[in-house]
């Protein structure tokens, strides 16, 4: 099958912005290719780091970042591909117009697209992606490699397919190790319910799991993510305990969580924040991730707003975790 990759080259501060647009234009099939990301692993900021960096990739470390998004090759998709690159020139003129401040760069917004077939690039990331460690205790590991465990490490197999959620990204690590803060000061695990919101891949809500959660629910808005995070749950053997649905953040959920994480962004977790309440235990906990430091006041703010207490707040290069607990 063929399909239309667009790539916009742009800046670090850029690549938010860019990817903020493609959602609001209802593309979901979204990737980000960041040298600030490699740099972080190769100098060892992050407490935990990949295990495996291709020399291909570490050959090209003054690249620009590019967002690719694929598109349908079909006259719609062409259609689409216009107003997108539209859309984005408009971007870099209310840049240059000062609309984001005169400070802001957003690097060159120079969008370019070429058919390809999917065969050249659906499982092309899978060259990269290696068993991870992404706390003290939880271990990624991809279903098509191998990997045996240390004493105490639990380890999630997953196939994140075309969602979102391999473990490696800071927002995944910070949501996890927050997860299993949360778990282990609740004291039993096992009498914990857990709500994953926009749960992608599945990779919170199996670790919910593995941590001795028994109840566990996913909620996803992407019907292909909703596929790709069920086949995980059963792969790992957690069906009893791990159950995946479609649906838009918590609309028309009837369920109360001790739990509730949310790896975003930072728009979408003020959105959520005033609705976490009424799915919350009176001592429920909401841990919420994808916020960029820049954005972390302004999140700490609604969901203070919302009715909760900061209670943490965690970082991992530019990005940063909240976790918050109703007040009493």
């Known amino acids: 099958m063929k399909y239309i990759e667009l790539k916009i080259h742009a800046s670090k501060q850029g690549v938010e912005m860019v990817t903020e647009l493609l959602m609001r234009n209802g593309i ?29 990739v570490k050959a090209r470390p003054d690249r620009e970042p590019v967002v690719k998004a694929y598109l349908e090759d079909s006259e719609e998709g062409r259609e689409q591909l216009q107003h997108l690159k539209i859309e984005i020139m408009k971007l870099k003129s209310q840049e240059m117009e000062g609309v984001f401040g005169w400070d802001a760069d957003l690097g060159r917004l120079y969008a370019e697209a070429e058919v390809v077939d999917d065969a050249d690039w659906k499982d092309r990331w899978k060259e990269y992606f290696k ?10 590991k991809p279903s098509w490699e191998s990997y045996e465990p240390e004493a105490g490490e639990l380890v999630i197999e997953l196939d994140p397919g075309m969602a979102f959620g391999t473990g490696t990204h800071e927002t995944t690590r910070l949501s996890m190790a927050l997860l299993q ?17 926009g ?10 799991a593995l941590l001795g959660c028994r109840d566990v629910l996913g909620v996803e ?13 059963a792969g790992n053997g957690l069906e009893d305990q791990v159950r995946i649905i ?16 949310a790896n975003l962004m930072a728009d979408l977790v003020m959105l959520l924040a005033g609705s976490c309440a009424e799915h919350l235990t009176e001592h429920g906990v909401f841990i919420s991730s994808g916020i960029l430091i820049e954005k972390r006041d302004t999140v700490s703010r609604a969901i203070r707003e919302a009715g909760f207490e900061i209670t943490r707040v965690a970082s991992c290069g530019e990005w940063c975790a909240i976790e918050a607990r109703r007040k009493q």
């Open 28 to 56: 979901t099939g979204i990737s980000v290719d960041d040298p600030a990301d490699l740099q972080d692993i190769l100098d060892k900021k992050n407490e935990y780091g990949w295990d495996y960096i291709d020399d291909e």
């Open 199 to 208: 749960c992608g891949s599945g990779i919170l809500a199996i670790g919910a």
């Open 246 to 261: 479609e649906g838009d953040l918590t609309k028309g959920l009837e369920y109360k969580a001790d739990i509730i994480v």
């Open 181 to 197: 803060l949360a778990l282990t000061e609740h004291g039993t695990p096992e009498d914990s319910r857990v709500l994953d919101v």
């Open 131 to 140: 068993p991870t460690k992404i706390t003290d205790r939880i271990v990624v």
């Open 221 to 233: 808005i992407d019907p292909d993510a909703v596929m790709v995070a069920k086949e995980n749950v």
